[in-house]
C-alpha cells in the first residue's frame, strides 16, 4: 500500500513538473524580442499566379528568359514561316526533351528559356533555309514545392512554374510571430541551398531575393532567434531579424532611408561588449556609414535622432469674427496674442470676446486614473464628491488656455496678452445676442438678450411655466463655463445663456397602480384564509 502511494507521489510530481516546465517555455518564448515591422503580415499580399486568361498563367510581367528554367510540361510555341507557314505547340516531357515533328528530340534539361531557346533555333536553322523562326513560351507547367520549418502549417503546394518565393506565402496566414523571412532557405533537388531576403524584396524590389521556384524546391523557414533594431528617424523604425554580414547602411537602406529631420552628424550604434551584458556607443556621421562598410552584430541597436528646430513649423491659426482669417506666422518665444489679431486686422463689430477662446494643441493630455474610475461608476453609488469631479472634468475643455478677451482688448490688461505657441487655434465666435430657455416652459427657444431682465422674466416671456415644470427647481447653463447655477445664485444674465426648467417626475400610472394593489390584496386573502384554516383545525 505504501508502494502504490509514494508511485501515486511520483506520479502526481511529474505532472508538476511538467506542467511547471511548459509555463517556463511559454515564459520563455513571451519574453522574447520578435520582429515588429508591417510586411510579416501576407494576408494583403496579392496571388500573383491566378489565371487573368482562360490558358495563360498570370505572372507579375514578362517572364525573364535568362532567369526562367524550362522543365517537363512546359509548352513551346514554335513558327516557321518560309513558302508557307508551319505552327507547332510542343510539351517538354517528363525526360526534359522537346520532341520536334521531322526535327528530332532537343535536350532542355536544366536550361534557362534563353538557353532554350537558342538551342531550338540552332537544330531548325540546320533543317530549315530562308525561313523566319519564332520561338516562344506558351504555357507554364505546374510544380510542386514544400514549404517547412517555422511556419503555421507544414505543406506541399502545386503551383504554376512562373511562381516566385513570395507566392508560397501570400494570403494563406503561414507566417507566425516567430518566422524569419530574412533567411529564407530554398533547397533544390540537386542539394544546392540558396538564402534569400525577403524583406529587401518588399522595401526596395530586388528580385534576386524573390526568386523562381523550380519543381521540388523546399522552402526553409527558420525560427528568428537573433535580432537587430533601428529606431527613430528612419521611415521604418522597427525590430528586424539578424542578417549574417549586413552592414549599418544596408539596415538604414532596407529601414527606407533617413526623414528628413533625421540628424545625420551622430548616428548611434548600441552594441553588446564580448561578454554579452555591458553595452557600449560608436557614433557615426551619415557621409562615413555611406563610404565604410561597418558589419552589424547581433542584438546591435541603431538610434537615428531628430532634429527638433530643423523646419520646426512656427505657425498659428485664427477663425471667426476676425478680419482677415488664416494661418499666420510666428516667432517662437516672442509672438504676442494681441500682434497676431493686430495683423489679422482686428475683431469684427459682431464678435463675441467673452466666448474667444485659444486652444492649444500642445497641452498636458496625461491619463487621470480617478476620473477613468469614477466614469465606470452608476450614479447611484458615486459620492457627491465623485458626482461632482465627474461633472468638472467632463465640462473641461482640453488644450483651453484660460485667457481674459475682454479685459485685453477693452481694458488692456497686458497680463493677459499670452505668448502663442506653434499650431495655437483662435476662436472668435459671433457675439449671442439671445438667451436660451428649455425644459418645461410653453414656449421654448431663443429670446433676445435684456440686460434689465431676470430669470423669471425671460420664464414669463416663454408663457410661463409647464403644468409638470418644477417651478422651485430652475438652473441656468452659462455660456462660457457650461457649469449648471441654481437660478437664485445668478446677478446677471449673459448672453448666450440656458435657462433650463426641470420636469417634476409622473406620478404612476393607473394600470401600475391597479396591478399593484390587485397584488397586495391577493396576498392579504392568502394571509386571511391560512388564518382561518388555522383556527378551524384547533376546534
Same mark, same amino acid.
Do not use: C
Given at each position: ?11 502526481? #510530481?511529474?505532472? +508538476? =513538473? *511538467?506542467?511547471?516546465?511548459? /509555463? ?6 513571451? !519574453?522574447? &524580442?520578435?520582429? @515588429? ?117 507544414? #505543406?506541399?503546394? +502545386? =503551383? *504554376?512554374?512562373?511562381?516566385? /518565393? ?6 494563406? !496566414?503561414? &507566417?507566425?510571430? @516567430? ?121 546591435? =541597436?541603431?538610434?537615428?535622432?531628430? /532634429? ?232
Amino acid at each position: 500500500m505504501q508502494h502504490l502511494n509514494n508511485l501515486g507521489y511520483k506520479l502526481i #510530481s511529474k505532472k +508538476i =513538473l *511538467s506542467v511547471v516546465f511548459s /509555463l517556463l517555455l511559454l515564459t520563455n518564448l513571451y !519574453s522574447q &524580442i520578435l520582429p @515588429t515591422y508591417p510586411e510579416r503580415s501576407f494576408s494583403s499580399i496579392k496571388d500573383t499566379s491566378a489565371n487573368i486568361f482562360q490558358k495563360m498563367e498570370a505572372s507579375e510581367g514578362v517572364i525573364n528568359p535568362d532567369e526562367y528554367k524550362v522543365g517537363p510540361g512546359d509548352k513551346i510555341f514554335i513558327s516557321i514561316s518560309g513558302v508557307e507557314e508551319r505552327i507547332f505547340n510542343l510539351l517538354i516531357n517528363h525526360e526534359g526533351y522537346l520532341y520536334i515533328p521531322r526535327v528530332g528530340a532537343v535536350d532542355l534539361r536544366n536550361k534557362s528559356l534563353a538557353e532554350a531557346k537558342k538551342s531550338i533555333f540552332e537544330i531548325l536553322e540546320k533543317n530549315f533555309r530562308n525561313v523566319d523562326i519564332y520561338i516562344a513560351l506558351a504555357d507554364v507547367r505546374k510544380i510542386k514545392v514544400s514549404l517547412i520549418g517555422d511556419v503555421s502549417t507544414q #505543406s506541399s503546394l +502545386i =503551383l *504554376s512554374s512562373n511562381s516566385r /518565393l513570395q507566392d508560397v506565402l501570400k494570403g494563406r !496566414s503561414l &507566417i507566425t510571430s @516567430t518566422s524569419d523571412i530574412r533567411n529564407i532557405k530554398i533547397i533544390s533537388k540537386d542539394g544546392t541551398t540558396g538564402t534569400y531576403d525577403l524583406v529587401s524584396f518588399f522595401r526596395m524590389g530586388d528580385l534576386k531575393q524573390n526568386p523562381y521556384l523550380k519543381d521540388g524546391d523546399i522552402v526553409l523557414i527558420e525560427k528568428a532567434d537573433k535580432i537587430i533594431s533601428i529606431l527613430g528617424q528612419v521611415r521604418y523604425p522597427a525590430t528586424y531579424e539578424f542578417k549574417e554580414g549586413e552592414t549599418v547602411k544596408e539596415l538604414i537602406d532596407l529601414a527606407g532611408g533617413l526623414m528628413y529631420k533625421a540628424r545625420k552628424d551622430t548616428i548611434e550604434l548600441i552594441r553588446f561588449e564580448n561578454d554579452g551584458v555591458n553595452q557600449y556607443s560608436n557614433y557615426y556621421s551619415y557621409d562615413y556609414i555611406q563610404n565604410n562598410s561597418i558589419e552589424l552584430k547581433y542584438s546591435d =541597436l541603431i538610434v537615428v535622432r531628430e /532634429l527638433s528646430t530643423y523646419y520646426d513649423e512656427q505657425w498659428v491659426t485664427i477663425e471667426g469674427e476676425i478680419k482677415y482669417p488664416g494661418v499666420y506666422r510666428i516667432t517662437k518665444n516672442k509672438t504676442t496674442l494681441t500682434e497676431i489679431i493686430n495683423e489679422a486686422g482686428g475683431v469684427l463689430d459682431d464678435a463675441s470676446l467673452i466666448d474667444a477662446t485659444l486652444y492649444r494643441s500642445i497641452a498636458d493630455t496625461s491619463y487621470d486614473p480617478e476620473f477613468e474610475r469614477i466614469k465606470l461608476i452608476p450614479r447611484s453609488d458615486m459620492t457627491d464628491d465623485e458626482y461632482d469631479y465627474l461633472k468638472a472634468k467632463s465640462r473641461q475643455r482640453v488644450g483651453k488656455v484660460v485667457v481674459d478677451f475682454q479685459s485685453l482688448f477693452l481694458e488692456k490688461q497686458l497680463s493677459e496678452d499670452v505668448i502663442l505657441k506653434r499650431f495655437d487655434k483662435i476662436v472668435i465666435p459671433k457675439r449671442k445676442n439671445y438667451i436660451t430657455i428649455i425644459g418645461q416652459v410653453v414656449n421654448p427657444g431663443s429670446l433676445i438678450f435684456n440686460k434689465n431682465f431676470s430669470v423669471q422674466d425671460y420664464i414669463q416671456l416663454a408663457g410661463g411655466f409647464s403644468w409638470r415644470a418644477l417651478e422651485n427647481d430652475v438652473r441656468v447653463i452659462k455660456s462660457n463655463t457650461g457649469e449648471w447655477v441654481e437660478d437664485d445664485d445668478i446677478d446677471t444674465l449673459e448672453p448666450g445663456d440656458t435657462i433650463w426648467v426641470l420636469e417634476d417626475p409622473p406620478g404612476p400610472k393607473f394600470w401600475e397602480i391597479f396591478t399593484t394593489t390587485l397584488s397586495v390584496l391577493g396576498q392579504v386573502a392568502a394571509v386571511i384564509a391560512a388564518t382561518v384554516a388555522v383556527i378551524v383545525a384547533t376546534r
